[in-house]
């Protein structure tokens, strides 16, 4: 197995360029994907299903609550957001109470990034911005494009971009590849326009470096597990940092089957050519007990080099406060209920 | 900071296992005539659970006659009625399933997780399928009136002890037979449960009669000259020794012995599931299953990607206390078949295979045997023949489709078999050419009660399970008004 670099590294680009002959036309890019395994529904299915009676308990439930807690892009994706929600958000997510960890980032539109970059400070707490006309993506590129170096220059640091599923669906997966290229340059951060409060997080990007990349798949949207992977790889050979499930805004959001495949693409592509992707499920995930599944999978899937907030990500309102109720409650032996966590 | 999971054990209170056990018989639970008794163990940690009695050839006669007495009334009741009590042997199993799952895991060695969520809710299944058969006989496709055949003689294995109990019990009972069964010798309490099972459910005296005791009880209840079906579960050696007992009565027979099933991974397979299928084939149950996927046949082209895959995911097993629900594997049923496999292993690595264990550590006390898989497997070596019945698998390779059904039939066995393709014609075709009474596609140690279970060759004859299952528990119709 060759040697680990992170897929934000500067070497991870000649990893991808080894493998520039499968991006090298649409054809060669579709056999590719096509010659990827196939995926049986039901054995994918019952295999996140036996994961998911790991019983997790005393300390080990302890050190998963902590860890989930850390993993949270913290989110706020309404039209009705306002400065005021947003900052309150941030105070949450840098100080969730009780001692507990701090957020991974704060994930909110592009136009209240500035809001937020200012509310979290030095915290070390990062700021993440969906972009490329999230929900839907359906815009041009260039308009893509100007949406992800506004967010950029407003100082987020991580971008949740979402693919054009059109594209994928019909079969051009070249220009999906070509867009989440064009978007990760547009991550880059040009020089003089970094904000404050930078380098004190463990992923956030050096002062002047590139935002890293989270690319949305909107599986409910691919639907078929197979389309999945082919996603996955798509992406990851473009360049993608994060592989992310979905955008929250559609009828089926993360499954821990969807969350798994992915794992396991993560895996293979690692495997191949030694560059380590991260991976985020996003939206439904509400409690504990669910978190717990997603951390058991990361564990047994792709191992403990994963269980971190630079690998591994919650995309979450809700289940924060879930996670600081049972928290307490494993620390009190007592449930004291939703009057005693904040509401944001 | 390592995601280390604590120990999370099932709690024995759940289950109350009394110091001694009797035989039971007629509706009571009795000593053995000869005041015989044998201890079962843990396999877990060598603790004794209780003491059993150990019934012999009397108590066999006695059982017997309790059986033949109760096959009058119980034959002559309205499906509907027999129906009644066989749902409401459903339910209650599936009322005390938690209280059975830990005591099966505690007598057999089995992982809870299993015990939970794999035998208890198949067992309770196949009593509610058989419960509703019990009524529509007449429309089973064996003419009208078909009769039960009276007494029926019955031995499993301690692989599934209440799991193998309901496929024999299931269907005798719903077709108008009544039961002597005899459990194996090392996982007689489960059977012993469901004795109290059928007292709760106010079944006659004498429906159901459990006889526990070693291979003289099995061997005299074959042997008697008023049972009129046989019903074994077992190895294929005993099976043999059964059938010439059996030969030249008026017995009918039913028997499901030994396997070595082929699990075939094409070079188009869903590898990932493929995998997974292949753990589950072969280190589900510790590799207590008579349709275990014991040999994998792999296409020489992914061989080495599917074989660092299976090595990767074999290194996740957990292995030990079978109470812990995050146990995968857990322990060897017994000494004796501890040392089996012990034997047969060592043997492919005399031979020359190559063998490979994932690092773990096993307990002190109790069996134990860690997941092994086998490489540079030829059909020469032992371990490709025989049945180990334990959690080892062989790894063997092919090129095509017709070398993979050549090596997957050359076996004396023909219970099961596995095949691994996204190609469907390709599955039918390997199905319609693989000698084996279940074949898997993309899938396997797939059971359901609706589904007929069975082998080819020495491993059996007669099918367990859906409308087939019926069969081995009726006469042939008779003409209308003949009927008793």
């Given at each position: 197995?060759?040697?680990?670099?992170?897929?934000?590294?500067?070497e991870?680009?000649?990893?991808?360029?080894?493998?520039?002959?499968v991006?090298a036309?649409d054809?060669?890019?579709?056999?590719?994907?096509?010659?990827?395994?196939?995926?049986?529904?039901?054995?994918?299915?019952?295999?996140?299903?036996?994961?998911?009676?790991?019983s997790?308990?005393?300390?080990?439930?302890?050190?998963?609550?902590?860890?989930?807690?850390?993993?949270?892009?913290?989110?706020?994706?309404?039209?009705?957001?306002t400065?005021?929600?947003?900052?309150?958000?941030?105070?949450?997510?840098?100080?969730?109470?009780?001692g507990?960890?701090?957020?991974a980032?704060?994930?909110?539109?592009?136009?209240?990034?500035?809001?937020a970059?200012?509310?979290?400070?030095?915290?070390?707490?990062?700021?993440?911005?969906?972009?490329t006309?999230?929900?839907?993506?359906?815009?041009?590129?260039?308009v893509?494009?100007?949406?992800?170096?506004?967010?950029?220059?407003?100082?987020?640091?991580?971008?949740?971009?979402?693919?054009?599923?059109?594209?994928?669906?019909?079969?051009?997966?070249?220009?999906?590849?070509?867009?989440?290229?064009?978007?990760?340059?547009?991550?880059?951060?040009?020089?003089?326009t970094?904000?404050?409060?930078?380098?004190?997080?463990?992923?956030?990007s050096?002062?002047?470096?590139?935002?890293?990349?989270k690319?949305?798949?909107e599986?409910g949207?691919?639907?078929?597990?197979?389309?999945?992977?082919?996603?996955?790889?798509l992406?990851?050979?473009?360049?993608a940092?994060f592989?992310?499930?979905?955008?929250?805004?559609?009828?089926?959001n993360?499954?821990?089957?969807?969350?798994?495949l992915?794992l396991?693409?993560?895996?293979?592509?690692?495997?191949t050519?030694?560059?380590r992707?991260?991976?985020k499920?996003?939206?439904?995930?509400?409690?504990?007990?669910d978190?717990?599944?997603?951390?058991?999978?990361?564990?047994?899937?792709?191992g403990?080099?994963w269980?971190?907030?630079d690998?591994?990500?919650?995309?979450?309102?809700?289940l924060?406060?879930?996670?600081?109720m049972q928290?307490?409650k494993?620390s009190?032996?007592?449930?004291s209920?939703p009057?005693?966590v904040?509401?944001? | 900071?390592?995601?280390?999971?604590?120990p999370?054990?099932?709690s024995?209170?759940i289950?109350?296992?009394?110091?001694?056990?009797g035989?039971?018989?007629?509706?009571?639970?009795?000593?053995?005539?000869?005041?015989k008794?044998?201890?079962?163990?843990?396999?877990a940690?060598?603790e004794?659970?209780?003491?059993?009695?150990?019934?012999?050839?009397?108590?066999?006669?006695?059982?017997?006659?309790?059986?033949?007495?109760?096959?009058?009334?119980?034959?002559?009741?309205?499906?509907?009625?027999?129906?009644?009590?066989?749902?409401?042997?459903?339910?209650?199993?599936?009322?005390r399933?938690?209280?059975?799952?830990?005591?099966?895991?505690?007598?057999?060695?089995?992982?809870?997780?299993?015990?939970?969520?794999?035998d208890?809710?198949?067992?309770?299944?196949?009593?509610f399928?058989?419960?509703?058969?019990a009524?529509?006989?007449?429309?089973?496709s064996?003419?009208?009136?078909?009769?039960?055949?009276?007494v029926?003689?019955?031995?499993?294995?301690?692989?599934?002890?209440?799991?193998?109990?309901?496929?024999?019990?299931?269907p005798?009972?719903a077709?108008?037979?009544?039961?002597v069964?005899?459990?194996?010798?090392?996982?007689?309490?489960?059977?012993?449960?469901?004795?109290?099972?059928?007292?709760?459910?106010?079944?006659?005296?004498?429906?159901?009669?459990?006889?526990?005791?070693?291979?003289?009880?099995?061997?005299?209840?074959?042997?008697?000259?008023?049972v009129?079906?046989?019903?074994?579960?077992?190895?294929?050696?005993?099976?043999?020794?059964?059938?010439?007992?059996?030969?030249?009565?008026?017995?009918?027979?039913?028997?499901?012995?030994?396997?070595?099933?082929?699990?075939?991974?094409?070079?188009?397979?869903?590898?990932?599931?493929?995998?997974?299928?292949?753990?589950?084939g072969?280190?589900?149950n510790?590799?207590?299953?008579?349709?275990?996927?014991?040999?994998?046949?792999?296409?020489?082209?992914?061989?080495?990607?599917?074989?660092?895959?299976?090595?990767?995911?074999?290194?996740?097993?957990?292995?030990?206390?079978?109470?812990?629900?995050?146990?995968d594997?857990?322990?060897?049923?017994?000494?004796?078949?501890?040392?089996?496999?012990?034997?047969?292993a060592?043997?492919?690595e005399?031979?020359?295979?190559?063998?490979w264990?994932?690092?773990?550590?096993?307990?002190?006390?109790?069996?134990?045997?860690?997941?092994?898989?086998?490489?540079?497997?030829?059909?020469?070596?032992?371990?490709?023949?025989?049945?180990?019945?334990?959690?080892?698998?062989?790894?063997?390779?092919?090129?095509?489709?017709?070398?993979?059904?050549?090596?997957?039939?050359?076996?004396?066995?023909?219970?099961?078999a596995?095949?691994?393709?996204?190609?469907?014609?390709r599955?039918?075709?390997?199905a319609?050419?693989?000698r084996?009474?279940?074949?898997?596609?993309?899938?396997f140690?797939?059971?359901?009660?609706?589904?007929?279970?069975?082998?080819?060759k020495?491993?059996?004859?007669?099918?367990?399970?859906g409308?087939h299952?019926?069969e081995?528990?009726?006469?042939?119709?008779?003409?209308?008004?003949?009927?008793a």
């Open positions: 197995m060759p040697t680990t670099v992170p897929a934000y590294g500067s991870a680009a000649e990893r991808l360029a080894s493998l520039a002959d991006t036309s054809g060669a890019l579709r056999r590719f994907l096509h010659g990827l395994p196939g995926v049986d529904a039901v054995g994918l299915d019952a295999r996140a299903a036996t994961l998911g009676t790991r997790i308990k005393t300390s080990a439930k302890a050190y998963a609550i902590d860890l989930a807690i850390s993993m949270i892009d913290l989110t706020t994706l309404e039209g009705a957001d400065p005021g929600k947003v900052r309150a958000l941030c105070a949450k997510g840098v100080r969730p109470g009780d507990a960890p701090r957020v980032a704060i994930c909110v539109y592009p136009d209240m990034v500035a809001t970059r200012q509310a979290v400070a030095d915290s070390g707490v990062q700021i993440a911005s969906v972009a006309a999230f929900p839907a993506g359906r815009t041009a590129l260039p893509k494009l100007a949406d992800t170096r506004d967010a950029v220059a407003a100082g987020a640091d991580e971008i949740d971009m979402v693919i054009d599923r059109g594209a994928f669906l019909s079969g051009r997966y070249l220009e999906v590849f070509e867009e989440i290229k064009a978007v990760k340059e547009a991550c880059a951060r040009p020089t003089g970094a904000s404050d409060g930078e380098a004190k997080g463990a992923t956030r050096a002062p002047g470096g590139a935002a890293h990349l690319v949305i798949f599986t949207e691919l639907q078929t597990y197979d389309n999945v992977r082919r996603a996955s790889w992406a990851m050979l473009a360049g940092d592989i992310k499930t979905s955008t929250g805004k559609v009828a089926v993360a499954t821990p089957p969807v969350t798994l992915m396991e693409a993560v895996r293979d592509f690692h495997a050519i030694g560059v992707v991260g991976v499920p996003a939206g439904g995930i509400r409690t504990t007990k978190a717990i599944k997603y951390l058991v999978m990361v564990n047994e899937t792709l403990e080099g269980l971190s907030a690998w591994f990500r919650f995309g979450a309102s809700s924060l406060n879930d996670l600081l928290r307490q494993l009190t032996g007592r449930y209920g009057d005693y904040t509401v944001d | 900071m390592a995601f280390d999971y604590a999370a054990p099932e024995r209170a289950v109350d296992i009394a110091p001694s056990y035989l039971f018989i007629d509706g009571e639970f009795r000593e053995a005539a000869d005041g008794v044998f201890k079962t163990l843990a396999p940690s060598e004794v659970l209780a003491e059993v009695a150990q019934a012999s050839a009397q108590d066999v006669d006695h059982a017997v006659k309790a059986a033949r007495k109760a096959f009058e009334t119980w034959s002559a009741l309205p499906g509907a009625e027999r129906a009644k009590y066989l749902f409401r042997i459903a339910r209650i199993i599936q009322e399933s938690r209280e059975l799952a830990v005591l099966e895991s505690l007598d057999n060695g089995k992982p809870i997780r299993e015990s939970r969520d794999f208890l809710p198949l067992v309770a299944a196949h009593f399928y058989y419960a509703g058969w009524d529509k006989l007449d429309h089973a064996f003419g009208a009136n078909p009769r039960p055949l009276g029926a003689g019955q031995v499993i294995p301690w692989n599934f002890p209440l799991l193998m109990l309901s496929w024999k019990i299931a005798a009972l077709t108008g037979n009544t039961v069964l005899k459990p194996a010798e090392t996982t007689p309490l489960s059977a012993l449960f469901f004795a109290d099972i059928c007292r709760q459910a106010g079944l006659p005296k004498g429906v159901v009669n459990i006889l526990t005791g070693d291979g003289t009880a099995g061997a005299a209840l074959v042997a008697h000259p008023d009129n079906k046989v019903a074994f579960t077992g190895s294929t050696e005993v099976g043999k020794a059964i059938a010439r007992t059996v030969a030249g009565t008026d017995k009918k027979l039913t028997l499901e012995l030994g396997g070595k099933a082929a699990n075939i991974v094409f070079d188009d397979a869903p590898i990932d599931q493929a995998v997974e299928g292949v753990v589950n072969i280190f589900f510790q590799g207590h299953v008579c349709c275990a996927g014991s040999r994998l046949l792999v296409q020489e082209s992914v061989a080495d990607e599917l074989l660092d895959a299976l090595k990767r995911r074999m290194a996740t097993l957990r292995v030990g206390d079978p109470l812990d629900k995050n146990t594997v857990g322990a060897i049923n017994s000494a004796e078949q501890l040392a089996r496999i012990t034997e047969l060592d043997a492919g005399s031979e020359g295979a190559e063998r264990a994932p690092a773990c550590d096993l307990p002190s006390s109790g069996y134990w045997f860690a997941p092994t898989l086998f490489t540079g497997v030829t059909q020469a070596h032992r371990i490709a023949r025989e049945e180990v019945f334990g959690p080892v698998l062989s790894v063997l390779t092919f090129r095509t489709p017709a070398e993979a059904v050549e090596k997957a039939n050359n076996t004396p066995y023909g219970l099961s596995g095949i691994w393709t996204e190609k469907g014609s599955s039918l075709w390997m319609s050419k693989l084996a009474g279940i074949v898997w596609s993309n899938t140690n797939k059971l359901d009660p609706t589904s007929p279970f069975g082998g080819y020495e491993s059996g004859y007669g099918r367990e399970g409308r299952g019926l081995a528990y009726l006469a042939p119709s008779s003409p209308k008004g003949e009927h």
